[in-house]
């Protein structure tokens, strides 16, 4: 015996409201074919339900191409001075370290970190006793000398008319000849105390010399006309021979001493002009002359050294300065520049987009140095030209855009 149950199902039919079905499942003996009956029903009422939604329509039709608002400048011609970049060091054009000849205590102490000092002034001296007494011991052995010296040359003149004399009464055989040599011994032996005399009075001389020198060396002066960069030593204080004491340096002219990369050898020379910039004063430039070039290049760093003379009147600049310098290598008074904000470079391309007439066109281009906001086109664009300088992310070939300058 079969019986039939009724079961009521809701479908929610994309949201739009419930379908409201009566599925009659059949009771049967076996509760397996019962339960086979109820899924296929199921599915069946599913089926039904999709055949009655009906496809969604496009919601709206495609919208038409919008213009991309941008902003423009013209891409313009001016004059352009190549450059080659140079980094190193100013230093002073000499510099000198003061040291002692002589060891000796320091006495005197004339000038100071910071002064200037010409060639020949007195910057310090030491303890003069022992140096003036030295030259006063020199100078009495000199007149000792000298009064030998003269005693010698009386006895060699009295040597030598006494020998005359027994020359003539030995030649008229009044004499004998052993007189005669006795005579010429005697004059010999003057003779060579003179010249001994002599010879002791050019070491006088001599020692007298070396001990003014040492008296001179007491006194430390100036080599060069400069400044003081460090005082190294104090009043009271004694040094050994060859101690360095004190640094001076030369600071008008400054030496610019740097570097540049091996590829722009070709284009530096003596004689070059030079702008200097340091940190301590970036809105100055300083003129300076390259004077001497490296005959190699360092193989390490693949660099070019360079050497500059910077004139410093005012002083201004200070030895140790870093500083950059910008050699100028040649003149293009018509270069063309475009705003750096129309370039741009994806996946290694640089582009800009050339306006005319509402349309974007895209032009590959070729830059070159940058100054102060505009980038050197070396090829791709011409003066006259006008340019996107705002969206360019969104800008393609052939996009249509809408200028919108001063808005």
């Not at 001075?81 to 004339?110: D, F, P, Q």
């Not at 190699?296 to 005012?314: G, K, Y």
């Not at 200070?318 to 290598?329: N, T, V």
């Amino acid at each position: 015996m079969v019986s039939f149950a009724a079961k009521y199902l809701w479908l929610n039919i994309d949201g739009r409201g419930s379908i409201f079905v009566r599925v009659l499942a059949v009771s049967l003996s076996s509760r397996f074919i019962a339960r086979k009956l109820f899924i296929w029903g199921l599915l069946f009422l599913f089926c039904i339900s999709c055949s009655r939604v009906k496809p969604q329509e496009a919601a709206t039709p495609a919208s038409a191409e919008q213009a991309v608002p941008i902003t423009t400048k013209p891409v313009e011609v001016r004059e352009l001075k190549r450059t080659v970049e140079m980094v190193g060091t100013l230093s002073g054009w000499e510099e000198v370290t003061v040291s002692n000849e002589m060891a000796g205590t320091i006495e005197k102490i004339a000038v100071d970190l910071g002064d200037r000092v010409k060639r020949g002034q007195l910057l310090l001296q030491f303890d003069q006793r022992e140096a003036r007494l030295a030259l006063k011991q020199a100078e009495a052995n000199l007149e000792a000398g000298r009064k030998a010296l003269a005693q010698a040359q009386a006895e060699w003149r009295d040597a030598d008319v006494n020998l005359k004399r027994i020359k003539e009464l030995h030649g008229e055989g009044v004499i004998a000849t052993s007189q005669l040599d006795v005579a010429q011994s005697r004059f010999d032996a003057v003779e060579a105390q003179v010249r001994a005399r002599e010879a002791d009075l050019d070491r006088f001389h001599a020692l007298v010399d070396l001990a003014k020198k040492r008296l001179s060396d007491t006194e430390i002066v100036a080599p060069i006309t400069g400044e003081v960069r460090q005082r190294l030593v104090s009043i009271g204080e004694t040094l050994k021979e060859k101690t360095p004491m004190m640094y001076l340096v030369i600071t008008d002219p400054l030496k610019f001493q740097g570097t540049v990369p091996e590829r722009f050898a070709p284009e530096i020379r003596i004689e070059q002009p030079i702008d200097v910039q340091v940190e301590a004063f970036p809105d100055k430039v300083f003129p300076g002359v390259i004077q001497r070039v490296s005959p190699a290049v360092e193989v390490q760093t693949r660099s070019l050294s360079l050497e500059a003379r910077v004139p410093n009147p005012d002083r201004v600049l200070k030895p140790g300065f870093f500083a950059k310098g910008l050699i100028l290598s040649g003149m293009n008074p018509q270069a063309v520049f475009a705003p750096e904000e129309a370039v741009y470079t994806y996946v290694g391309i640089t582009k800009a987009f050339l306006v005319h007439d509402g349309v974007a066109q895209e032009k590959q281009v070729q830059i070159g140095v940058r100054r102060e906001g505009w980038v050197e086109i070396v090829d791709g664009l011409q003066a006259g030209d006008v340019v996107a300088t705002s969206s360019l992310p969104q800008l393609y070939q052939g996009a249509k855009v809408k200028i919108v300058n001063g808005k």
